[in-house]
C-alpha cells in the first residue's frame, strides 16, 4: 500500500484545510488510518484515527471538536477535516495505515505499516 498525502497549506488563525490520504497499489478498507503530525523539534504524535468497522474514530484531545476524520473506501481516500485552526496546530502532517481485522483504533505509530510522505500545515497568528 503507497499512501499519497495532500491538501496542507498556508492558512490564518481560525480557519480551514482539509487533508487528504490516499491509498494505492492495495485498497486499505479493512485498515486502520491514523493522521499524525510532528512540529519542529517535538516527537510525532497521533492526531485522529478511524477504524474500518462502523468508522469508529479517536481524537486526541487538543483537536476534539476542531477536526474531524472521515474516510471514503470507493475513492480508498481518508479525509482529515481541520475547521478552527491554532498556531499551536502548525506541524508537517502524515497519515498511516495498518490492516486489522479487527478494526482495532491503534494508538501507538509503532503499530502502523504504510507511511504518507508528510505534507506541511502552517498555521499564521
Known amino acids: 500500500v503507497q499512501l499519497q498525502a495532500s491538501g496542507g497549506g498556508l492558512v490564518q488563525t481560525g480557519g480551514s484545510l482539509r487533508l487528504a490520504c490516499e491509498a494505492s497499489g492495495s485498497t486499505f478498507d479493512r485498515h486502520t488510518v491514523g493522521w499524525f503530525r510532528q512540529a519542529p523539534g517535538k516527537e510525532r504524535d497521533l492526531v485522529a484515527a478511524i477504524s474500518w468497522s462502523d468508522n469508529g474514530s479517536y481524537y486526541t484531545d487538543s483537536v476534539k471538536g476542531r477536526f474531524t476524520i472521515s474516510r471514503d473506501n470507493a475513492k480508498n481516500t481518508v479525509y482529515l477535516q481541520m475547521n478552527s485552526l491554532k498556531p499551536e496546530d502548525t506541524a508537517v502532517y502524515y497519515c498511516?495505515?495498518?490492516?486489522?481485522?479487527?478494526?482495532?483504533?491503534?494508538?501507538?505509530?509503532?503499530?502502523?505499516?504504510?507511511w504518507g510522505q508528510g505534507t506541511q500545515v502552517t498555521v499564521s497568528s
Open positions: 498511516a495505515s495498518v490492516y486489522s481485522s479487527l478494526a482495532y483504533l491503534y494508538r501507538d505509530q509503532r503499530d502502523y505499516l504504510y
